[in-house]
């Protein structure tokens, strides 16, 4: 079992910065990746950052240049920078991770998200 665990969302004007951080624990193994999905009432959950297998990063194109994905290994933390945000920014906001467990299917862990809400 893999838990992960948010935090650093709140309300900010637009314009403003936050960073989102994710605490993973658990069973994780090498093949594990870990993204920030975004949620909003009524909507599909979007991808807005991700590392990729390749140690590459994918961003939405909504939040290019404008949100940093980053890790730090040793803490198994995932990090989402947010600056210049913008009220269609505000959302749920949810780390995910992905592995392949030991019976050998792919697995999706989710965390229980962090609200962002940016005022104009």
């Known amino acids: 079992q893999v838990q992960l665990v948010e935090s650093g969302g709140g309300l900010v004007q637009a314009g403003g910065s936050l960073r989102l951080s994710c605490a993973a624990s658990?069973?994780?193994?090498?093949?594990?990746?870990m993204g920030w999905y975004r949620q909003t009432l009524g909507n599909e959950r979007e991808l807005v950052a991700m590392?990729?297998?390749?140690?590459?990063?994918n961003y939405a194109d909504s939040v290019k240049g404008r949100f940093t994905i980053s890790r730090d290994n040793t803490k198994n933390t995932v990090y989402l920078q947010m600056n210049s945000l913008k009220p269609e920014d505000t959302a749920v906001y949810y780390c995910?991770?992905?592995?392949?467990?030991?019976?050998?299917?792919?697995?999706?862990?989710w965390g229980k998200g962090t609200l962002v809400t940016v005022s104009s």
């Open positions: 995910k991770l992905n592995q392949v467990e030991r019976a050998g299917y792919a697995l999706d862990y």
């Open positions: 658990g069973s994780i193994f090498s093949s594990a990746v």
């Open positions: 590392f990729t297998r390749g140690g590459g990063t």
